[in-house]
C-alpha cells in the first residue's frame, strides 16, 4: 500500500497538518470487526493521533467526522469492503501478491495490483477477487496456489466436513476447442496403440491388462440434462413397477 500511495493529510487550525501514513495489515484486518467511527479512527491512525483528530472535531458535528474517516479509508483504498473481509484479502495478498503482480501483467487491460489501491471507486477488491477465480492456467499465480500445502491442507479439510465440494476430475470447459479435442483423441488412439502393442509381444502374453478408457472430457450443461432427464425417466417407471416401495434416484 505504502508504494502505491503516500500520506493522508489532516489540516487542523492553527496547527501543522497531521501526517497519517498507511495503516499496519493487521490494522486494516480489524476493520471487519468495528463499526463506530472513533473505532475506525484508531485502527487506522493509532490511539494517540486519533485522540489529537477528535479534540479538534468535538465542537463539529459527528458526520464530519465520519466523511474524514470515509476519506482516509478511500485514500487508501479501504473504503468499500471484499465479500470475503479485508483479513481474507489481506493474507491473499501478502501470500501471493508478486505472483497476482506477474499474472496481471500478461493479461489485456488487466488493471494493476496498484489501481485497486490508487482508483478504489472504480476498480473495487471484488473484482480483483473475480480475476483470482479465472487467472491463467500455468500462470504464476496458480502455480504458488498449487503448491502450497497449507492451503492444500485447509481445503481437505472443508471438503471432508462438507463445506466445499471437492474439485472436478474432468477439464474446464474454458479453453476447450476443437483443436483440444482432436489433441486427446490422438493422445487416445496412441495409449490404444501401445496397449495393443504390448499385448501381442510374445514377452508378456497378453499380460497389459485392460485397454485404457478414454481421457475425461469437459461436462457440458446439455450433457447433465441429458443425465437429469434418463433418471426423471427411471423414477417415473421404478415408481409405476414398484409403487411406494421404490426409491427415486431424484429425490
Known amino acids: 500500500m505504502s508504494e502505491a500511495v503516500g500520506p493522508f493529510f489532516v489540516e487542523i487550525d492553527d496547527a501543522p497538518d497531521i501526517v497519517i ?6 490494522n486494516i484486518a480489524e476493520l471487519d470487526l468495528v463499526t463506530s467511527v472513533t473505532d475506525q479512527l484508531d485502527l487506522l491512525v493509532g490511539e494517540e493521533t486519533a485522540d489529537l ?5 468535538e465542537k463539529r458535528p459527528v458526520s464530519e467526522l465520519a466523511d474524514l474517516v470515509d476519506d ?3 485514500h487508501f483504498g479501504i473504503l468499500v469492503a471484499p465479500r470475503i473481509g479485508w483479513s481474507e484479502l489481506i493474507d491473499e495478498i501478502d501470500k501471493y501478491g508478486p505472483d497476482i503482480e506477474c499474472d496481471l501483467m500478461y493479461i489485456p487491460n488487466a488493471p494493476s495490483l496498484y489501481d485497486w489501491v490508487r482508483d478504489h471507486r472504480n476498480t473495487p477488491w471484488n473484482q480483483l477477487l473475480r480475476l483470482l477465480s479465472r487467472m491463467p492456467e500455468g500462470g504464476w499465480y496458480l502455480a504458488a496456489v498449487g503448491s502450497d500445502v497449507g492451503r492444500a491442507e485447509a481445503m481437505l479439510k472443508l471438503e471432508s466436513e462438507g463445506e466445499i465440494k471437492p474439485p472436478s476430475r474432468r477439464p474446464s470447459l474454458v479453453g476447450w476447442t476443437s483443436e483440444r479435442e482432436r489433441q486427446t483423441e490422438m493422445v487416445e488412439t496412441l495409449r490404444r496403440i501401445e496397449h495393443a502393442t504390448w499385448g501381442a509381444s510374445q514377452k508378456f502374453k497378453g499380460k497389459g491388462g485392460r485397454p485404457p478408457k478414454n481421457l475425461p472430457r469437459p461436462l457440458t450443461g446439455r450433457a447433465q440434462a441429458e443425465e437429469l432427464r434418463s433418471f426423471r425417466d427411471h423414477d417415473e417407471i421404478g415408481a409405476q413397477v414398484l409403487g411406494s416401495r421404490y426409491k427415486p434416484i431424484l429425490a
Open 21 to 26: 501514513d498507511p495503516p499496519a495489515a493487521e
Open 53 to 57: 483528530i477528535i479534540e479538534h472535531f
Open 72 to 74: 482516509i479509508r478511500e
